[in-house]
């Protein structure tokens, strides 16, 4: 079963950027689309963003616009590429199988937005 370790988080001022980074243990060619996820604290978590293996991506309208995701299988990576942060942004980022069945929900990133 593959597990997922994320890193890239930090403090960042609104308007600034990250690069979350998500290291798979084990191959991700067969995983249709991967996907990031994000948890405020008390919140639910929240879907962020989708990426295929054809590379069509799909994103929350709360981020849409400014950040990408990208995956590079050869690697075992899945990216997110945040710009324009916002303190609403702030949360625990999480990559697993977009859709199920869900791998093990590692400790993610914290990413957290703030002046």
């Known amino acids: 079963q593959v597990q997922f370790v994320e890193s890239g988080g930090g403090l960042v001022q609104p308007g600034g950027s990250l690069r979350l980074s998500c290291a798979a243990s084990r191959s991700i060619d067969s995983i249709y689309a991967m996907a990031w996820y994000r948890q405020a604290p008390g919140k639910q978590r929240d879907w962020v963003a989708s990426?295929?293996?054809?590379?069509?991506?799909v994103y929350a309208d709360s981020v849409k616009g400014r950040v990408t995701i990208s995956r590079d299988n050869a690697k075992r990576m899945v990216y997110l590429q945040m710009n324009s942060l916002k303190p609403d942004d702030t949360a625990v980022y999480h990559c697993?199988?977009?859709?199920?069945?869900?791998?093990?929900w590692g400790q993610g990133t914290q990413v957290t937005v703030s002046s």
């Open positions: 990426i295929t293996n054809g590379g069509s991506a």
């Open positions: 697993n199988i977009a859709s199920g069945p869900f791998a093990p």
